[in-house]
Nanobody, 126 residues
């Protein structure tokens, strides 16, 4: 009912930058929290950065000062600007959305649904 499509991953040298995008589509009434998690080989998935619809943010300590997150609520899209990338940032990055689905018959929110994207690989290497 809701799909997240990510783009922007790839290979970058240490110190470089990448911008990830994630667009949500489907029967969406609203998205409260939207953002990014990542999972490196052999490690658990961890929070990178998330933003509420009101603009509050939460960042992992390891990315503070280097990554920024932004949202276009009208387009149900979230962006992650990653600067000063390090080899330890190498991981699969997953988009996350905490949504309220739309009941089309009544045009009101129906149930709550957490959705994940398919993941996009970011590799930081020289």
């Amino acid at each position: 009912q809701v799909q997240l499509v990510e783009s922007g991953g790839g290979l970058v040298q240490p110190g470089g930058s990448l911008r990830l995008s994630c667009a949500a589509s489907g029967s969406i009434f609203s998205i409260n929290v939207m953002g990014w998690y990542r999972q490196a080989p052999g490690k658990e998935r961890e929070l990178v950065a998330v933003m509420t619809s009101g603009g509050s943010t939460n960042f992992a300590d390891s990315v503070k000062g280097r990554f920024t997150i932004s949202r276009d609520n009208a387009k149900n899209t979230v962006y992650l600007q990653m600067n000063s990338l390090k080899p330890e940032d190498t991981a699969v990055y997953y988009c996350y959305a905490d949504t309220a689905l739309l009941d089309i018959a009544t045009m009101t929110p129906s149930r709550h649904l957490e959705v994940w994207g398919q993941g996009t690989l970011v590799t930081v290497s020289s």
